[in-house]
């Protein structure tokens, strides 16, 4: 019998005796035990022999509940992502398994109790999204959605930064496309930087050895992408004071928020550096918002193109309100951005029938979609799968479905819904999420909405 079980049976055998109504020393007589001998049972100094389980089971009956492997072993697993999920990771393994074993009602109380939780949250969240507030959402939602939300708050437009990116983009004298050299110069004049374009930056698109001056940049970055990583760490450089005061405007005080917030908000200025907005805006209504000309013209990838359109909200030259969207295969959600009130739901999951889903089916290609939500609005969809990372048989890669969408009534102004029938009769009904949407006789829903807001007050 190996350690890890043994020590699992002295509380069980404790609560075997209790159900029967047994005091140690009436359970010690039955064994024909000293009490002291069977109290250090109980507290797992001394072994649960063979003759004393033939003893336990002539005097009580049926022992299996001593022996149960499957349900202490079946809740380890569940403890650690539920503690991880509470902010706990450090709890060894070791631990856990004589949680679940020695006390296994607690276990599953405690499991209970994370899964009331996550519950609340998810009426709670469905809550906010019918009242329209946004009062709760710091204390429901983890660090990164909270910094989408900042971004959310402020129409995904920064102007201080797109006019500080636009001023550095004409004084250096850049042209579209072509702005990595002179960033890679700038970083070396101005801050003795040095842009080392090899595998040091690891899975990350970036990696800055500060003490060392050096700036790794992975080799599978187009010019353009490079230049997107090199804009980014120099705002960092040269204008940190603005990006804390952006950060400290956004009320965010804890080491987390203010990390992404600075990753947010670098990435921003990288974007608008690379694609400087009145000349990309320009270039963009030219083309008719053509993804694909838009991202050979500045050198960018898709992605990155589509993320820049969610930004264009500059008073008295904004370009069409775009909401934005990125997914893995398993429906995680890793950028969400809006330039208008569209809500993408954080309860349930996102909508199977929405066309960004289906892009992973078809790689390569712009799939569109006219869309109906149930509170009656209509958008015009457009997604794409998109892949990054390292180049080569057998490498890396993630791949992730990008999407943009628009209310349907900007649709015409548009490349991609030439020759399209736009018409109310062809929208496809979609929702915002399982959870919080009102489709009550869609085929793929995968769970009972929550109860509407005067239900849960009344």
Not at 31 to 44: A, F, H, K, M, V
Not at 365 to 382: E, I, K, N, Y
Not at 398 to 406: D, E, P, S
Not at 422 to 444: F, K, M, N, Y
């Amino acid at each position: 019998m190996s350690p890890s079980r043994r020590q699992q049976f002295g509380l069980r055998l404790q609560r075997l005796r209790l159900r029967h109504g047994l005091t140690q020393a009436q359970l010690a007589q039955a064994l024909e035990l000293s009490p002291s001998y069977l109290n250090q049972i109980e507290r797992n100094k001394r072994p649960l022999t063979p003759a004393v389980q033939q003893r336990l089971r002539a005097a009580l009956g049926d022992t299996a509940a001593l022996f149960d492997e499957d349900d202490p072993a079946a809740l380890v697993d569940p403890l650690h992502d539920t503690l991880r999920a509470l902010g706990q990771p450090g709890i060894s393994p070791t631990e856990l398994r004589a949680l679940a074993g020695n006390l296994p009602q607690v276990a599953h109380a405690l499991l209970d109790l994370h899964r009331a939780h996550r519950s609340l949250r998810e009426r709670a969240a469905a809550l906010e999204l019918q009242v329209g507030s946004d009062a709760a959402a710091p204390a429901l939602l983890p660090a990164g959605d909270q910094v989408r939300d900042y971004f959310n708050r402020l129409r995904n437009h920064i102007p201080e930064l797109d006019a500080l990116a636009e001023g550095l983009f004409n004084e250096l004298g850049l042209a579209p496309g072509h702005t990595a050299p002179r960033l890679r110069q700038r970083l070396a004049d101005r801050h003795g930087v040095l842009v080392q374009v090899d595998g040091a930056a690891g899975h990350g698109k970036r990696a800055f050895d500060a003490p060392a001056r050096v700036l790794h940049l992975p080799d599978y970055l187009r010019p353009g992408q490079q230049a997107f990583q090199m804009a980014a760490q120099l705002v960092l450089l040269e204008h940190a004071d603005l990006i804390a005061a952006l950060t400290a405007r956004a009320g965010f005080d804890d080491p987390e928020r203010i990390a992404l917030a600075r990753i947010g908000l670098s990435n921003y200025f990288a974007g608008a550096l690379v694609m400087p907005y009145g000349e990309f805006l320009r270039s963009a209504e030219d083309s008719r918002y053509d993804i694909a000309w838009l991202a050979h013209r500045f050198g960018v990838g898709f992605e990155a193109v589509c993320h820049r359109l969610s930004t264009l909200q500059r008073e008295g030259a904004p370009g069409l309100p775009f909401f934005f969207m990125r997914v893995d295969r398993a429906g995680n959600v890793s950028k969400r951005h809006s330039s208008t009130d569209f809500h993408f739901s954080q309860v349930g999951g996102s909508c199977p029938l929405w066309i960004v889903y289906e892009a992973f089916n078809q790689p390569g290609r712009v799939l569109t979609q006219v869309a109906r939500m149930p509170d009656g609005r209509r958008h015009f969809w457009l997604a794409r799968q998109v892949s990054s990372g390292p180049v080569g048989h057998g490498q890396p890669r993630k791949t992730f479905a990008v999407t943009l969408g628009c209310e349907l009534r900007h649709a015409d102004r548009l490349v991609y819904a030439r020759g399209l029938d736009l018409s109310p009769d062809t929208a496809v009904p979609i929702g915002p999420g399982c959870r919080t949407c009102e489709w009550s006789d869609c085929l793929q829903r995968a769970f009972p909405a929550l109860p509407q807001l005067a239900a849960v007050v009344r």
